[in-house]
């Protein structure tokens, strides 16, 4: 009797020996694939939130956002269609059309409630225009415009929001009027709702303010040879004070924080 009672510990030993084999590659299975969910689990996603972009990107942009105001792109005055036919800015502004150089010396007010559709993008415009014409000898001469204008631009990816103020003072500098001085400021503000996640530099520009002094454009070739632009700017993350001196031949250099940058003024990059 205590023969048999001796030989069943060893028994239940070797049983438990073998049942250890079977099962710890099982459970070393199961312990890596938790650990490797744990560590899934707790690694950081990639940050979404845009990065802060540099005084050079963002002196491409200002001097950029600068010319295409000037060109109407925003809405309101094209100043490169010259003073002979004040056209309205035909980009993203309220509607074409022609004021008379006939109003020589007198006030002209333009209300503006303006839609239409570009494919899968909404375009309103709204807001006055007002121009006073400046008359030599019967001849157009230059003339003052002032604009306010707010567009709303829909698309299923974004919304944009400008709104520009701009006041300008126009003259003729040569007889074949392909010349014009231009002085004035421009209030220009953005807003743009992304209705997706992006993983890029922001150099959008939410708020501007730009003052003109003796600007020479050159209409045939639609560039501005010469004159200044302070301004002063922001966006998400920056904030930028400096001035504009344009060069002829679409160059300017953007002058910031005692830093010059040399720029295309019709891409914005450095050159």
Known sequence: MSKKMEQKPGKRQNAVKIYMKLILPIVFCIVMVYSSCRKSENTATPSTSSKPASNAALSGQVAVNLAKSLAGHFGGVNLMDGVDSVSVADHDGPHHGYFSSALCGF???SLVNYSHKEG?????TGGNLTFYFDCKDGKPAGYTAYDSLNTVRTDP???????????YTIKCLDDKHLFVGVNGDIYFYNSTTTF???HSTDTDIENANYVLKDLTV???H???LSGTATFKAYGEGWYLTGTITFLGNHKADVFINGNVYHINVLTGELC
């Open 196 to 198: 997706c996640s992006c």
């Open 157 to 167: 990816k974004h919304v944009y929001q400008y709104t520009v103020k701009q006041y």
């Open 222 to 224: 639609k560039d501005i």
């Open 120 to 124: 899968d993008t909404l375009c309103h």
């Open 218 to 220: 050159d209409l045939c």
């Open 107 to 109: 006030f002209t007010d």
